[in-house]
């Protein structure tokens, strides 16, 4: 797992390195985007490192395929996937076309 803070970008640019156990963390003041500082820790905590909680990485990986599928298979670019994650971390949902 990730110890240092980074980027949600750089997190989801990598989930495929990532535990599935584990999930994803971001700075609880900033609007979320590819450059918010973010981290990845264990599941089941609403905070990690004074960063709050916004989704599973089997989630994350989840809501990029589900993206894909839904738009005949075209590879997202890393914005894209970002947009993704953060739209079902909020909205329970899958990011619809």
Request: proline share 5%; net charge negative; aromatic share 10%.
């Amino acid at each position: 797992m990730g110890i240092k803070p980074q980027t949600l970008g750089a997190i989801v640019d990598a989930l495929e390195q990532q535990d599935d156990d584990a999930a994803i963390f971001v700075d609880p003041q900033v609007e979320l985007s590819a450059d918010t500082a973010a981290a990845v820790g264990p599941q089941g905590h609403a905070e990690f490192r004074g960063m709050r909680y916004l989704l599973e990485i089997w989630l994350a990986r989840e809501a990029i395929d589900v993206w894909r599928s839904w738009r005949g298979s075209r590879l997202p670019t890393l914005e894209e996937k970002v947009a993704a994650v953060v739209y079902y971390a909020l909205n329970d949902a899958y990011m619809p076309i």
